[in-house]
């Protein structure tokens, strides 16, 4: 007989993104080329250095501090984790939990909320108008009215690419300092757009600003992220993180890619070329497309049911994100920047389908 989980684990989903052995994949908003080969020789190099037979330094505290350099502040206003995702994961532990909330935006990154769930934090939904952007009075009356411990912002926003204009995030971060809230921002795809929040953060104000060697980085296979923020925020999510949750070699690896900024730059320039082409041409077939600050664009067929051309694009070896069946996403498909040969046949399989 199987036992019986947490009820409400029992009756979740769990988060799903389909992964098909197609010839072109632009699903799941990787960078589609690798970091340069000098840096992984250099992660070669550093891998003899590790001692591993000690457990890795817990504080991380060359990474955190070379990340702070990086990004000018303090190293204790660092919290470097396995992928944005356990920072954020961290982050519903330390100021979630049950008799708590967290807010979101819909149509947004499905993780905010299943993490909250996941921790036990009720979630409390605003919406985002057409364009999705975030209304600040609506927002600001709906921290207002729930006084969410934490409020999750994402920009630019997965899956629309919405970049919030500033003041938009600092409506938001009045409504949460007038009801001892937290307002955090995920910028996973920071480097793509015109503007960060990273500005705002110190250790008087309650806001934190996420990111990920994931995207921007071209490191999705190592899982790193990690935090900007007050150092007290700092403080209570080093309490809740497993002892030495960040190993040696992961460590090593963080601090080579940021020997690489230069190629990472070059790579973030090409990418934000190549999204603006495709938007572009895009833009001449019966899709409505939507502006993005990130690796990644959003379009809604006109004219025609989202899952069957989402099938028609596999059918022809191409994956992009079916989000067709998302609330307030009705038929709309999300399509990751490749490169340039991807994103042409991506193109030439879209125009066939839709002629
Ligand atoms: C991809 C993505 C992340 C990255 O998560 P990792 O765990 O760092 O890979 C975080 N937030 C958003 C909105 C994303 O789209």
């Given at each position: 007989?199987?036992?019986?989980?947490?009820?409400?684990i029992?009756l979740?989903?769990?988060?799903?993104?389909?992964?098909l052995?197609?010839?072109?994949r632009?699903?799941?908003n990787?960078?589609p080329?690798?970091?340069p080969?000098a840096?992984t020789?250099?992660?070669?190099?550093?891998?003899r250095?590790?001692?591993?037979?000690?457990y890795p330094?817990r504080?991380?505290?060359?990474?955190?501090?070379?990340?702070?350099?990086r990004?000018?502040?303090?190293?204790d206003q660092v919290?470097?984790?396995?992928?944005?995702?356990?920072?954020?994961?961290?982050l519903l532990?330390a100021?979630?939990?049950?008799?708590r909330?967290a807010a979101?935006?819909?149509p947004?990154?499905a993780?905010?909320?299943?993490?909250a769930?996941?921790?036990?934090?009720s979630?409390?939904?605003?919406?985002r108008?057409?364009d999705?952007?975030?209304?600040p009075?609506?927002?600001?009356?709906?921290?207002?009215s729930?006084?969410?411990?934490?409020t999750?912002?994402?920009?630019?926003?997965?899956p629309?690419?919405?970049?919030?204009?500033?003041?938009?995030?600092s409506?938001l971060l009045?409504a949460?300092?007038?009801?001892?809230?937290?307002?955090?921002?995920?910028e996973?795809?920071?480097e793509?757009?015109?503007?960060s929040?990273l500005e705002l953060?110190?250790?008087?104000?309650?806001?934190?600003?996420?990111?990920t060697?994931?995207?921007?980085?071209?490191?999705?296979?190592?899982?790193?992220?990690y935090?900007?923020?007050?150092?007290?925020?700092?403080?209570e999510?080093?309490?809740?993180a497993?002892?030495?949750?960040?190993?040696?070699?992961?460590?090593?690896?963080?601090?080579?890619?940021l020997?690489y900024v230069?190629?990472?730059q070059?790579?973030?320039?090409a990418?934000?070329?190549?999204?603006?082409r495709?938007?572009d041409r895009?833009?001449?077939?019966?899709?409505?497309?939507?502006?993005s600050?990130?690796?990644?664009v959003l379009?809604?067929?006109?004219h025609?049911?989202?899952?069957?051309?989402?099938?028609?694009?596999?059918?022809?070896?191409?994956?992009?994100?079916?989000?067709?069946?998302?609330?307030?996403?009705?038929?709309?498909?999300?399509?990751?920047?490749?490169?340039?040969?991807e994103?042409?046949?991506?193109?030439?399989a879209?125009e066939?389908i839709?002629?």
């Amino acid at each position: 007989m199987k036992v019986r989980p947490r009820d409400d684990i029992a009756l979740m989903a769990g988060y799903h993104s389909p992964q098909l052995d197609v010839a072109v994949r632009l699903n799941t908003n990787e960078s589609p080329l690798p970091p340069p080969a000098a840096f992984t020789e250099a992660v070669a190099a550093a891998t003899r250095s590790v001692v591993w037979n000690r457990y890795p330094d817990r504080q991380a505290a060359e990474l955190r501090a070379r990340i702070a350099a990086r990004h000018g502040v303090a190293a204790d206003q660092v919290f470097a984790a396995n992928g944005s995702n356990e920072v954020l994961q961290c982050l519903l532990l330390a100021y979630g939990g049950p008799g708590r909330s967290a807010a979101v935006f819909e149509p947004t990154y499905a993780l905010h909320s299943h993490l909250a769930r996941i921790t036990g934090t009720s979630v409390v939904e605003g919406v985002r108008g057409d364009d999705f952007i975030v209304e600040p009075g609506e927002a600001t009356a709906l921290i207002g009215s729930a006084r969410p411990a934490v409020t999750f912002l994402c920009s630019p926003n997965n899956p629309s690419g919405t970049v919030e204009p500033r003041s938009v995030v600092s409506s938001l971060l009045d409504a949460v300092g007038a009801t001892s809230g937290l307002l955090c921002v995920d910028e996973a795809y920071a480097e793509f757009s015109p503007h960060s929040a990273l500005e705002l953060v110190d250790d008087e104000t309650p806001v934190v600003v996420t990111r990920t060697y994931s995207k921007t980085w071209a490191m999705a296979g190592a899982r790193l992220g990690y935090l900007i923020g007050p150092e007290w925020v700092v403080a209570e999510l080093e309490k809740v993180a497993l002892p030495y949750h960040l190993d040696a070699l992961k460590q090593a690896v963080g601090l080579v890619a940021l020997d690489y900024v230069d190629e990472m730059q070059a790579r973030v320039d090409a990418i934000v070329a190549e999204r603006n082409r495709l938007s572009d041409r895009l833009g001449g077939l019966p899709v409505d497309v939507w502006p993005s600050g990130a690796n990644f664009v959003l379009i809604r067929p006109r004219h025609r049911d989202g899952a069957e051309v989402w099938q028609q694009l596999v059918d022809r070896s191409v994956l992009v994100r079916n989000c067709s069946s998302w609330p307030r996403l009705d038929g709309c498909l999300r399509v990751t920047v490749g490169t340039p040969e991807e994103d042409d046949r991506f193109l030439a399989a879209i125009e066939e389908i839709l002629a």
